[in-house]
């Protein structure tokens, strides 16, 4: 440790070891010889800043100092007798520095900023004698800014709620210190936005298209640029260059080549012809964040050159001082202090400069968005294998308040409370908003009476239950200073559905005229049910199944009153009648808490349950309000559903819509609750001989119990992104059952994000031919019936069989179950597969290979987890040798990319099997190279895996495997000297085939082996395999 002190300290520590300890230095001692001399530093070192100042400083009789105009530097004689004296406290008078000051640092941060301030002590290092602008000691360690971490504004506090709790429940709520916690913010002093010069223009394309988009005005620059994706689109012929460009901190980037560009004004007739640099980008999205300027005075009657200058967006062009001055105009509007400035140009009014918000604190909230659409990224991205996560601080923070404000009724029912991020103060006025959000739904009740009549039908419904009370002041503002907020609402009509066609949709999302929306303030909560994944892998393994939902879950809990106000609608039954103003008593889905809530009240219910199967069958068989569970009798699955039943029924939750693959099931649950009248039991039992209902969003035919797939393809002369993504979209498929057919779309899907298509442009005749194709055959997974039960009758023993592939396209893995029953008959069925295709910076198939067996390794760990059925054993299958070779090698012989994925398979693998399998008995193969929709259904490799593994062990493939790694480094290996890499792999499988043959091991079939370098060693795979 001493090596690492500078020459001076090293010296006094030399100085300190040999005069004052007689004995080996221990750490204790040194680290206190370390404090000692860091306190010393710290009470001469603002002397000697001091001194080293422009600043005159003068020492009166009182050794107080004082600044003067002088620009003459006077340092007294004196001044160093002080370096040794002690400072004195401002705050207490104690012999300590300010920062070391118990009573400073026990205030709120607003309150030592203020403290500071009064004491006029330097707000960097709390020490009296210079500003922070002249203070050269370390900054905030947290934002690096110009002031001491003590008045760092993150850890500040939020402010409780503003809508107090009831009594009985304020006391049970701890104190704001222990839950206002959040991980997510930053706040920060005086806060104010930089509005840099964008605006909106026209920019013709090279066959004379007009396209909009975004530009920035920089005076400062000496150069035009324009971004890839716009020049690309615009289709304009490109120059090769090579050009330097500079920024800040003398940050070097290169442009390799520019294009010529039209610029035309979207308000005047003006066009200006520019050459600009290409680059893949040109800033992040301007500005930052949003900026609201409800209190920015812009004058009506402008015309704005960007008109949303406030919102996040993408700058494609920015245009340097060779156009700037040229399109300035000579008239500027000053909007007032703290405000920016409006300048007239020809493309419009900028808006730039400073802007701050109208408080004197600020709340920022980091949200990262992609800039891809997810429901695009979705088919190339890796199939994320979900695993358990720890909880944030705000989740954590959501789960006790959850635990200590919801109470419990006489009559069974809870009632639950939001939990709030932020002040409800910052909500600003809605009721205009939602005022006219009801009179354009209004406007379609008059276009279509049959769509007024059910919606009247439902708020009376919703008002018959007591899930709303109309307010007995309608007014917008109630006389009471009580904060509310009005949700606008609209009506979706789903005809698919057998109870409900009209949903009434509330948007809590509608921004208030402060910006914020009642969703912006509220947490969202962690998920506290099992992921769709499991509960289908599950829903596969009973051999009797049962499928029902809760009755109105959301309406079925009721909300806090105190928070009631913030849950306001307008609504009427007749455009004659007053408009009236009604409070939501119950959770109101729409809202950002809503799931939270009434999943985490649902999983509540099963914590005083004592029967064990009815807690597992709550806790791990709701999906939201689905319920998905079964058994391995008739008895055992009926015995479960009404003991659920039961319980729900207790916290008034009601369970309909039964659905089961045998008849008796439906008849004993549906007969044991009286509340299904003969027409509602009739209607039930009908649903069994449907041809099929929805489950969890599968398709599930009850009466021959498979899996079914529905794809409509409607017919159309242009392909565009559009029309490929919303047929894609159909094919709902968590389990990846048809993965191999899947895969192919995810290929043609990536190819449309490397050209950079709009939703509606037409695609290249390449993608076009590869869309076409798949097109023409996806439809043929309409007729294929996929078994949902995936064992045989009394099996005794499961095993769990994952195998693994890569090609060039894509990697994949897939599981099967393989069940043995007592009379030793076996069963393989296809569980589930995964895949991704392959990233779009080439790599090594061995890579791809090692990203495949990691997908399979996890796969399996989730499936483990999954599945309620003792696994006997899992075994894992590979036909690649290389990633077989990695890992038997201990990890940290391997280089990065190999040794972290090694890594991870090895320890989630542990104890298991890792075997060669050859690629034609392979069915991750499909998954990885992709296969027909038209040929998937009579492909016996896909759904029932290789035949071997209905054979017994000892009839499986015997496979022998030889590895030969050679090392080799450029200082000592005679065999690098002689030889280049590329020599190495061609020369050594023949030495290790011949030099077998010599020892007789050829007595397999054998073969020479692949051969592969990566990481400073070769390795070359030899395989050897009997006949089946």
Request: glycine content about 4%.
């Amino acid at each position: 440790m001493t090596k690492k002190l500078d020459l001076t300290t090293s010296r006094d520590w030399e100085e300190h070891r040999n005069n004052i300890l007689k004995d080996d230095p221990t750490l204790m001692q040194f680290c206190s010889f370390l404090n000692k001399k860091a306190d010393w530093l710290e009470s001469v070192e603002s002397n000697i800043y001091s001194s080293q100042t422009n600043t005159t400083v003068a020492l009166n009789n009182s050794h107080t100092y004082k600044h003067s105009n002088s620009k003459v530097t006077q340092v007294n004689k004196k001044s160093h007798n002080n370096f040794n004296k002690i400072n004195k406290c401002p705050l207490c008078s104690q012999a300590h520095t300010l920062y070391k000051c118990e009573s400073f640092r026990n205030l709120t941060i607003e309150d030592r900023i203020k403290k500071a301030n009064d004491y006029n002590v330097c707000l960097n290092c709390l020490r009296v004698g210079h500003s922070a602008k002249q203070c050269k000691l370390t900054h905030c360690k947290y934002c690096k800014t110009k002031h001491n971490t003590l008045l760092h504004l993150e850890f500040s506090e939020p402010k409780p709620f503003s809508n107090p709790l009831p009594l009985a429940l304020a006391s049970a709520l701890p104190s704001a210190s222990n839950i206002a916690l959040s991980a997510n913010s930053l706040q920060l002093a005086t806060p104010a936005h930089v509005l840099l010069s964008t605006a909106m223009v026209n920019v013709i394309s090279g066959t004379g298209k007009k396209y909009t988009a975004r530009l920035l005005l920089d005076n400062g620059s000496t150069a035009n640029f324009v971004t890839q994706r716009l020049s690309e689109k615009l289709g304009l012929s490109h120059r090769d260059t090579s050009t330097k460009v500079t920024g800040i901190n003398n940050h070097i980037s290169t442009s390799t080549q520019s294009c010529h560009l039209t610029i035309e004004s979207l308000c005047c007739v003006f066009t200006v012809d520019i050459e600009c640099h290409i680059l893949p980008e040109i800033t992040k999205v301007l500005p930052s964040s949003f900026v609201h300027i409800n209190h920015v005075p812009i004058p009506s009657g402008l015309t704005l050159a960007d008109p949303n200058f406030n919102v996040p967006s993408v700058v494609d062009i920015l245009v340097g001082a060779e156009v700037f001055w040229n399109v300035l105009g000579s008239k500027t509007i000053d909007l007032g202090k703290h405000l920016p400035k409006l300048c007239e140009t020809k493309f419009g009014w900028l808006v730039s400069g400073s802007i701050s918000h109208q408080s004197s604190f600020v709340s920022s909230h980091l949200c990262q968005h992609s800039n891809v659409t997810p429901d695009l990224t979705q088919f190339w991205e890796l199939d994320n294998v979900s695993s358990k996560h720890s909880l944030s601080v705000e989740e954590r923070v959501c789960e006790q308040l959850f635990a200590q404000t919801t109470v419990h009724k006489n009559d069974g029912r809870f009632f639950v409370t939001m939990s709030l991020k932020e002040d409800s103060r910052t909500l600003g006025h809605s009721y205009e908003n939602a005022k006219n959000r009801f009179l354009s739904l209004e406007r379609r009740f008059k276009r279509d009476p049959s769509f007024k009549t059910k919606y009247c039908e439902f708020m009376r419904e919703y008002e018959h239950l007591g899930h709303m009370t109309l307010d007995s002041d309608c007014t917008s503002t109630p006389k009471n200073s009580v904060i509310t907020y009005f949700i606008p609402h609209h009506g979706v009509i789903r005809s698919s559905s057998t109870t409900t066609q009209l949903r009434v949709v509330f948007d809590a999302s509608a921004s208030t005229s402060s910006g914020v929306s009642l969703n912006d303030i509220q947490m969202v909560g962690p998920v506290v049910q099992d992921d769709l994944f499991s509960i289908l892998i599950r829903f596969r393994q009973h051999r009797y199944v049962v499928s029902g939902d809760v009755e109105k879950m959301y309406r079925a809990i009721e909300l806090n009153p105190v928070q009631r106000p913030l849950q306001k609608i307008i609504f009427r039954f007749d455009p004659s009648e007053p408009l009236r103003t009604y409070t939501l008593n119950t959770v109101t889905y729409g809202t950002a808490s809503a799931p939270y809530l009434a999943t985490k009240y649902l999983v509540s219910l099963a914590d005083n349950i004592e029967d064990s199967q009815v807690q597992r069958a709550i806790r791990r068989d709701f999906y939201v309000d689905d319920y998905l569970s079964g058994g391995n009798t008739i008895a055992e699955t009926v015995t479960i559903a009404n003991r659920v039943q039961s319980v729900l029924s207790s916290a008034k939750f009601n369970l309909r819509k039964w659905r089961s693959n045998h008849p008796q099931i439906l008849n004993q649950i549906t007969n044991s609750n009286e509340s299904y009248d003969t027409h509602t039991l009739h209607f039930y039992k009908q649903g069994l001989n449907s041809h099929q209902s929805k489950t969890l969003g599968r398709n599930w035919a009850c009466d021959s119990d498979s899996l079914t797939y529905t794809i409509n393809i409607k017919s159309t002369t242009k392909v565009t992104k559009r029309h490929i993504l919303s047929v894609i979209s159909q094919i709902f498929d968590p389990l990846g059952l048809v993965g191999p057919c899947v895969v192919e779309a995810k290929i043609v899907m990536q190819r449309l994000w490397l050209h950079n298509y709009d939703w509606d442009d037409e695609v290249s005749l390449e993608v076009r031919n590869l869309w076409t194709t798949f097109e023409n055959t996806i439809t043929s997974l309409n007729n294929l019936k996929i078994p949902r039960w995936v064992l045989r009758e009394n099996s005794s023993t499961h095993e769990v069989h994952v195998f693994t592939d890569a090609s060039e396209k894509a990697y994949g893995a897939c599981v099967y179950i393989r069940s043995c029953s007592n009379s030793n008959t076996i069963g393989v069925q296809l569980l589930v597969s995964k895949n991704r295709v392959a990233p779009i910076k080439p790599t090594t198939i061995p890579r791809l290979e090692l990203c495949g067996a990691l997908l399979g390794a996890r796969l399996c760990t989730k499936v483990q987890e999954a599945l309620s059925l003792p696994i006997h054993r899992c075994r894992f299958w590979c036909d690649s040798t290389i990633v077989l070779g990695w890992l038997s090698t201990p990890a940290n012989q391997l280089k990065s990319f190999v040794r972290k994925r090694v890594n991870e398979i090895q320890e989630s693998t542990y104890g298991h099997t890792w075997s060669y399998v050859p690629s034609r008995d392979n069915p991750a193969d499909l998954v990885s190279r992709g296969l027909k929709a038209n040929v998937i259904k009579d492909t016996p490799l896909w759904w029932s895996g290789p035949s071997f593994l209905l054979r017994n062990e000892n009839e499986w493939p015997k496979i022998q495997r030889l590895w030969a790694a050679l090392h080799w480094c450029k200082e000592n290996n005679q065999l690098y000297r002689h030889f280049s890499i590329a020599d190495i792999c061609q020369i050594a499988p023949d030495i290790i085939f011949h030099q077998n043959e010599r020892s007789h091991i050829g007595a397999l079939t054998t073969n020479r082996g692949s051969c592969f370098v990566d990481n400073g060693i070769v390795d070359i795979g030899w395989i050897g395999m009997d006949k089946f």
